[in-house]
């Protein structure tokens, strides 16, 4: 489908590159709100924008930045940012380079306490859970729902596993855990509905920090097994 | 002036105009729910309007001046008082003596009780709290801004900034004398929102009858029950980056208006979006409020927003002549 930018109430435009969450789409998504976000750093007016699978939001204040102006702004930023076609295959080599982020995992136990009912659903052992967990390599395709809530691309497919019927009202900060296609880390204690199959020490998000978010878009992490 | 915290009340949190900066990082924005309410009040106390504030929802803190200062206050009417002695309105600024006790009961002892749910307090000066990821909002979801990243609560203490505030007068009330345009979200009837469609359908169904604010209405979202959308209307989408006024629709179809703690992406349908003008609007709504969606166009939302301004800033200039604040300004994007 062609590109779309379409008003989204009277302060942001959202761009929509397609309606399914593939890979290629995210890495264009996050190429467009890296580019955005440069011009944004020196025009009065033009918000942070937020990229997701196949998206990027972009706010803008209508007092500041006419509407149209805005447009231009997102169309300069969609010409110069490289197509994300171009780097579709490029997943397992940059996850494995030096730079990916290593997250050490306790899995299982009171800290994954879904690793069992993910192995059942994946007609999997709960140590071949962790294998294959701890072996992929993801990418951070966007972050969301909560400050430093990286959703992780990468998971592989044998470990494909819903979203609990029912949430939990609190898991503990830390936990690692798999919904759908994806893996995630929570980086606060709240409510969530993915699957709990182990918990990290590792500060995922804080305030005080230079960088806040241990995970930006298009980082690579690995999980470690800490035991 | 320095304020002991007595009693936090239901929720009271610290809040300026926001963290607009990180959401690329899940940080959700934050700052007032009623952005208007929370100008007018710093402006009362001869602040820049997007200074800190506290923002008190249905029952305030009870607090006592160890110093005197000057205070503004606008917002819902929660009743507030010096214990033993005067009323203190809304959209007035008063000087609290040291040792006076102050107390906001709730909306019930109000003058109009039963309207509105946020009221808030600006201090001359503004109020001194770390500034985290530039700003010094309360950040619930991640815990941090503000207070520790949580309610104030007894033992607390509220102080202002080092900058010299502007000695406003002594003894002396100002009154704001501006009236926002948009509505107050504090009369009688409905409160009438005015909406965007979005790209998602749904802002025609939306509108079409009247709906109650549920018990489920806070910082991050006002939850609408009555009626449910038709099932093709909402549930789940591709996540994507969502802004505060945004009208999800999950599975069940009843709505839920994003507010100012709102998430920064969401992966339900979007059936239309409040005008940025009306945002202060939903910072007001309480549960069993009736509320109706009215379906607009983008050049009134942009003339609305401009009538807004313009009324934040004739009010500063009357503020200003009144008391003498020779560079008290409303800021664009107020």
Redesign the interface.
């Given at each position: 489908m062609a590109d779309?930018i379409?008003?989204?109430?009277?302060?942001?435009l959202?761009v929509?590159l397609g309606?399914?969450?593939d890979r290629s789409l995210t890495v264009r998504a996050r190429a467009i709100?890296e580019a955005l976000?440069a011009a944004g750093a020196s025009t009065a007016g033009l918000?942070?924008?937020?990229?997701?699978?196949?998206?990027?939001?972009v706010?803008f204040?209508?007092?500041?930045l006419d509407?149209e102006a805005a447009v231009g702004f997102v169309r300069r930023a969609m010409e110069t940012a490289p197509d994300g076609a171009g780097a579709e295959p490029d997943l397992a080599r940059t996850a494995s380079a030096p730079s990916a982020v290593e997250i050490p995992v306790r899995y299982g136990g009171d800290d994954g306490p879904d690793l069992d009912a993910v192995a059942g659903h994946c007609g999997l052992r709960p140590e071949d859970v962790i294998e294959l967990h701890a072996g992929a390599r993801y990418e951070v395709l966007?972050?969301?729902?909560?400050?430093?809530?990286?959703?992780l691309g990468g998971l592989p497919v044998a470990l494909s596993t819903p979203r609990r019927a029912s949430p939990r009202e609190r898991v503990p900060a830390g936990s690692v855990a798999i919904a759908g296609e994806q893996s995630a880390v929570y980086?606060?204690a709240?409510p969530g509905g993915w699957n709990l199959i182990g918990r990290t020490d590792t500060v995922l998000?804080d305030?005080?920090r230079t960088e806040?978010?241990l995970l930006?878009?298009g980082a690579a992490v690995r999980f470690v097994p800490a035991r | 002036m320095i304020l002991d915290v007595l009693d936090g009340g239901l929720l009271t949190t610290v809040q300026d105009a926001g963290r607009p900066g990180w959401t690329h990082l899940g940080v959700p924005v934050s700052g007032a729910a009623d952005p208007w309410s929370r100008a007018v009040a710093n402006l009362l106390a001869g602040n820049d309007e997007g200074e800190a504030a506290l923002e008190m929802t249905l029952i305030g803190p009870r607090l006592r001046a160890r110093t005197g200062g000057l205070i503004g206050l606008a917002g819902a009417d929660l009743g507030g008082r010096v214990v033993g002695g005067r009323r203190l309105g809304v959209g007035r600024s008063h000087w609290v003596a040291a040792g006076d006790e102050i107390a906001f009961e709730g909306a019930g002892a109000g003058r109009r009780p039963g309207r509105g749910a946020r009221c808030y307090l600006a201090v001359a000066g503004g109020i001194d709290v770390p500034v985290v990821l530039g700003s010094r909002s309360t950040c619930l979801a991640g815990g941090f801004g503000g207070l520790d990243g949580r309610a104030i609560r007894p033992g607390d203490q509220i102080a202002k900034t080092d900058a010299p505030d502007r000695g406003g007068p002594a003894e002396a009330e100002l009154v704001w004398p501006a009236v926002n345009p948009n509505g107050t979200g504090r009369d009688d009837g409905p409160v009438a929102l005015r909406v965007l469609p979005s790209p998602d359908d749904g802002a025609d169904a939306l509108a079409d009858g009247s709906w109650r604010v549920a018990a489920a209405a806070d910082r991050v979202g006002v939850r609408l029950e009555g009626r449910a959308l038709p099932a093709e209307l909402g549930g789940e989408t591709l996540t994507h980056g969502v802004p505060w006024g945004a009208i999800q629709v999950p599975p069940d179809g009843r709505p839920i208006i994003l507010s100012a703690d709102h998430q920064t992406t969401g992966g339900y349908r979007v059936a239309a979006v409040v005008i940025s003008a009306d945002l202060p609007l939903v910072g007001q709504l309480r549960p069993g409020d009736e509320v109706r969606f009215v379906v607009t166009d983008l050049a009134e939302a942009d003339r609305a927003v401009r009538a807004r301004h313009e009324a934040l800033a004739a009010g500063a200039a009357a503020l200003r002549e009144a008391a003498g604040w020779d560079d008290l300004v409303a800021s664009a994007g107020g």
């Open positions: 779309e379409a008003p989204f109430g009277d302060s942001a959202l929509t309606r399914a969450a709100a976000g918000g942070r924008p937020i990229p997701a699978h196949a998206s990027v939001l706010p204040d209508p007092l500041v509407r966007f972050l969301g729902f909560a400050p430093g809530f990286a959703y980086p606060q709240m998000f305030p005080a806040p978010s930006s878009p | -």
